[in-house]
């Protein structure tokens, strides 16, 4: 059974943090592509973060997200500090298992986890 798992959302107030999970099961984490999207009401989904199978990264927005991986544990987190309230979204964690370098496009990620709500006021 292929799927992701994603944990760490809730409601946080202006500057505050929150770490996002994403646990996979049925592949293999350290030889997939991992990325977290994010997507706002009446927005199209956008990239945040990516880490490839050998380890590297690529970041589609500013450096207050930074996204990790704990092979041992097979997961990847999202580090989230000195949120916004224009970080309010879902955010999604997804896969392809058959990726080692990371891209963007979400419509080639096969594995996508059920999104978990990050809420900043205003």
């Known amino acids: 059974q292929v799927q992701l798992v994603e944990s760490g959302g809730g409601l946080v107030q202006p500057g505050g943090s929150l770490r996002l999970s994403c646990t996979a099961s049925?592949?293999?984490?350290?030889?997939?592509?991992i990325a977290w999207f994010r997507q706002a009401p009446g927005k199209e989904r956008e990239g945040v973060s990516c880490?490839?199978?050998?380890?590297g990264t690529t970041n589609y927005v500013d450096g207050r997200f930074t996204i990790s991986r704990d092979s041992a544990k097979k997961t990847v987190y999202l580090q989230m500090n000195s949120l916004k309230p224009e970080d309010t979204a879902v955010y999604y964690c997804?896969?392809?298992?058959?990726?080692?370098?990371?891209?963007?496009?979400?419509?080639?990620?096969?594995?996508w986890g059920q999104g978990t709500q990050v809420t900043v006021p205003s």
């Open positions: 049925g592949f293999t984490l350290d030889y997939s592509v």
């Open positions: 997804a896969a392809d298992p058959s990726a080692f370098l990371c891209f963007r496009e979400p419509n080639f990620y096969t594995v």
């Open positions: 880490i490839g199978g050998n380890g």
